[in-house]
């Protein structure tokens, strides 16, 4: 089985500021992981994606991540925080890139002017 | 670029009536599925669809629901008889190899 943790249900920035967010996860074959963002009363986007290429994965709107195997996370970060990046965001596990998808529970993200 | 399309936006119905949501997957992708996501929870796995058959499905996913895909194109979630507890946001996504999962805007159901 797998699974995913995300660290923080809310996480408030300042904007400017770095936006990091925390995804752990658990499986028992090499994972796959994603980051998904759901702006208001919208569907997911895909931010980016981790398929065991390279463990710096980057992503759209300044976003990425790193796979850190010994520590089981895949946490996403953004160096300068936007009003825009105000959404919710959520990690996510498979076990192939073309199968269903496990998430966790979400990071609500506001940016303070 | 190809976007997976879900119709309706947003379905209101009674309890116990039946309901259908439809999604036009992206037209080169090979699995296509169901996910839910209650108000304020985490987004559910429902079922996923593969060679004109479920070839996975969820606890959640039980008698009340079915999938279909009665044409090249069409992606149907059927429930038979809606409960309140039913009432959701549910997103069609679909995938082929290499490309990751792309997921429609969602229909919201309101069960009242």
């Known amino acids: 089985a797998q699974s995913v943790t995300q660290l923080g249900s809310h996480v408030s920035v300042s904007e400017g500021a770095l936006v990091l967010l925390r995804c752990n996860y658990s499986s028992s074959v090499p994972p796959y992981l994603f980051w998904y963002v759901q702006y208001p009363n919208q569907g997911l986007q895909l931010l980016l994606k981790y398929t065991s290429a390279a463990t710096l994965v980057k992503g759209i709107n300044g976003f990425e991540a790193e796979f850190k195997k010994s520590e089981t996370s895949f946490h996403l970060t953004k160096p300068s925080a936007h009003m825009s990046d105000a959404a919710e965001y959520f990690c996510a596990v498979s076990n192939r890139d073309d199968y269903k998808l496990s998430f966790g529970a979400g990071t609500t993200v506001t940016v303070r002017a | 670029e190809p976007e997976v399309t879900q119709t309706p936006s947003h379905q209101v119905t009674q309890m116990g009536q039946e309901v259908i949501l439809r999604c036009v997957p992206i037209s080169n992708h090979l699995y296509f599925y169901w996910y839910r996501q209650i108000l304020g929870q985490k987004v559910e796995f429902l079922v996923s669809?593969?060679?004109?058959?479920?070839?996975?499905k969820s606890e959640i996913f039980d008698d009340q629901f079915s999938v279909e895909r009665p044409d090249g194109s069409n992606f149907t979630l059927k429930i038979r008889s809606t409960k309140l507890e039913d009432s959701a946001m549910y997103f069609c996504?679909?995938?082929?190899?290499?490309?990751?999962?792309?997921f429609g805007p969602g229909t919201r159901l309101t069960v009242l």
């Open positions: 669809f593969y060679n004109n058959e479920i070839s996975e």
């Open positions: 996504a679909s995938s082929g190899p290499g490309t990751g999962t792309s």
